[in-house]
Every structure is written in C-alpha cells, then in structure tokens.
C-alpha cells in the first residue's frame, strides 16, 4: 500500500512537472513622457494574465537612454508622421490618447525625471501600486495634459491609483534619496546594457536568454519568439468573437 502511495505520488508529481512549462520573464523598460510606451504598457497588462510569462514593469529614464545611445531629433516629416501615426495606433489600441498643446515642451523641457523617480521609489517598497500609478502618470500627460513634474501633480496621480495619502507623501519624500536615484540610473544602465535606444524596450527572457525588441508594434513578433499566442491590441474582444 505503500509503495503504491509513493508511485501514484511520483507519476503525479512527474506529470505535473509537464503540464507545467516554466514561465518566461519579460521585462518591460518605459518611460511616462514616451507615448508609444503607453500603448506597450496596455498591451503588457492585458497580457500578462493570458501568457505563461512574469511580466516585470521597469520604469526608466529615457533621456539617460538618449545620451547613452546618441539620439538625434526627429525631423518635421518624421514629427509629423508621428503625431498620425500615435493617433491611429491609440484609436485601434483603446488607448484614450490626446497629443498635449505643447508636446515639445512637455517631453524635452518638463521631462519625467521626478515621475521616474517617484515609479522607482514606488517599485522599491510596495511595486503593487506600480501598475496603477504609471497609468494614472500617463494618463496625466497623455489624456489630460497635465502636469507630472510637480509634487501635487505626483501625489494626485498617486490618490487616483489608490496609494494611502500618508504613504504617498512619505515615497515622494524619497525621490531624491541617493537609493532612489541609483536604483533608477540603474534600471536605465540596464536597458542600456540590452542594447537599448530608445522607449518601449522589451526585453523577453526566451530560454535562458535575452531578446531585446523595441516599440509598441513589436508584440507579435515577440509573441512568436515566447512561443504565446498573439490575437492583436485587444485579447479580449479576440475572444469574445471567438
Ligand atoms: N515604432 C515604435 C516607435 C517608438 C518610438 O518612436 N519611441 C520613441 C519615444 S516615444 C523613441 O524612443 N524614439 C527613439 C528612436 O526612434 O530611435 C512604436 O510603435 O512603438
């Protein structure tokens, strides 16, 4: 009886090991003043229940990305080309974007440094709110022209994604915190260090090794590369046709 209990315990466990392939990682590197980054961020969410994977959100800071990589400004076709294209990509992704009046303004002289640091020390002490808040981030920027520099536009940001006030306010008292601020050069070395140059980067742990991929409109390709099933922006509405 016994040994009959320690073989049928063996055969489960063995096939249970099969049933169960091991779960890839991808790691998402973005920054909130990247707008093609929120279209990446959507998309991740939406999948990181439907795929076998462990999906990791890496806020960074895209100027440091910039530097590191030599970046040169767009020209006014490719400028203009954008602002079309974001507006045609959000419209199929669901994503509720609107160009801020002053985009210029917004990204090269605002910038995302505080945002980036206020993600950064959110992901060091409670990531469970990470989600919620680089939403509300873009949100701000991306939807409703708002400002993300300022501590109040930061703590509004963090009421919206159901960060406790006392809690806020004491994260946001770390953002210039030498920790904060390496943790967040860190990240950024890192995606650096794939190879990065620019935001979205995603970087999907495919066995045992890294795969760098930029842009929003690399998902199908990586879902191919992870061995995951793509049904386009909106999985849901795929499946409910289905
Ligand atoms: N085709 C990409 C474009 C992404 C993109 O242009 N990202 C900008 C920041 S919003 C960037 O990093 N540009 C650097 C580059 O193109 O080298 C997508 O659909 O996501």
Redesign the pocket.
């Known amino acids: 009886m016994q040994i009959l209990y320690m073989y049928s315990r063996q055969v489960i466990q063995r096939s249970f090991k099969m049933a169960t392939p091991i779960r890839k990682s991808v790691e998402l590197f973005y920054d909130v003043v990247?707008?093609?980054?929120w279209?990446?961020f959507e998309v991740m969410c939406r999948y990181q229940q439907k795929w076998n994977i462990d999906l990791k959100l890496r806020p960074f800071f895209?100027s440091g990305?910039?530097q590191g990589?030599g970046?040169h400004q767009p020209g006014p076709s490719k400028a203009s080309y954008?602002g079309k294209?974001l507006k045609r990509?959000t419209d199929m992704y669901k994503v509720p974007f609107k160009m801020p009046r002053n985009p210029a303004e917004v990204i090269l002289i605002k910038g995302s440094l505080n945002a980036g640091r206020f993600l950064t020390a959110v992901d060091m002490n409670c990531d469970q709110y990470l989600e919620e808040l680089t939403r509300q981030l873009f949100l701000r920027v991306y939807y409703r022209d708002e400002d993300i520099t300022e501590p109040a536009s930061l703590m509004s940001a963090a009421a919206k994604a159901g960060i406790p006030e006392d809690l806020a306010k004491q994260l946001l008292s770390t953002i210039k915190d030498q920790a904060v601020k390496d943790r967040l050069r860190e990240t950024t070395q890192a995606a650096l260090d794939h190879g990065a140059?620019?935001?979205?980067t995603i970087v999907a742990h495919v066995d045992g090794k890294p795969q760098m991929f930029?842009?929003?409109?690399r998902m199908e390709l990586m879902a191919h590369m992870l061995g995951e099933k793509w049904y386009g922006p909106l999985p849901e509405l795929a499946k409910a046709k289905m």
Do not use: C, K, T, V
């Open positions: 990247s707008p093609y980054s279209l990446a895209l990305i910039m990589a970046f954008m294209d990509q140059f620019g935001s979205p930029f842009g929003s409109d």
